[in-house]
């Protein structure tokens, strides 16, 4: 069975950057890997995407920029720096396993495997 494990959030200072995990595993298939994140009282949001070869990478135009996704598959783990952090970044972030890496599919997932999350708080 696939599964999926965050690492790496925390609290930083607007400015700052972290780096998380999304370790994967239970299935010798790679599948494209999306990062998702949802903050109190609003709705999940799609940050970003990589295909399984590592080719194609989507973001969100809100991090564009700030945010890197890449991925070893080596390790089968897929990362997102983050850099330069502000205050509307908080939010629990996690990743899930795609059908396709797409803006589709950040809008609307369609996927049975997901993440625990990791809280990622931006605050002075």
């Known amino acids: 069975q696939l599964q999926l494990v965050e690492s790496g959030g925390g609290l930083v200072q607007p400015g700052r950057s972290l780096r998380l995990s999304c370790a994967v595993s239970?299935?010798?298939?790679?599948?494209?890997i999306g990062w998702f994140r949802q903050a109190p009282l609003k709705e999940r949001e799609g940050v970003s995407c990589?295909?399984?070869?590592?080719?194609?990478?989507r973001y969100v135009d809100s991090v564009k920029g700030r945010f890197t996704i890449s991925r070893d598959n080596a390790k089968n783990t897929v990362f997102l720096q983050m850099n330069d952090l502000k205050p509307e970044d908080t939010a629990v972030y996690y990743c899930?396993?795609?059908?396709?890496?797409?803006?589709?599919?950040?809008?609307?997932?369609?996927?049975?495997?997901w993440g625990q999350g990791t809280q990622v708080t931006v605050s002075s």
């Open positions: 990589i295909s399984r070869g590592g080719s194609i990478t």
């Open positions: 899930a396993a795609l059908l396709q890496c797409s803006v589709a599919q950040l809008s609307a997932p369609v996927s049975d495997h």
């Open positions: 239970g299935i010798n298939e790679r599948y494209d």
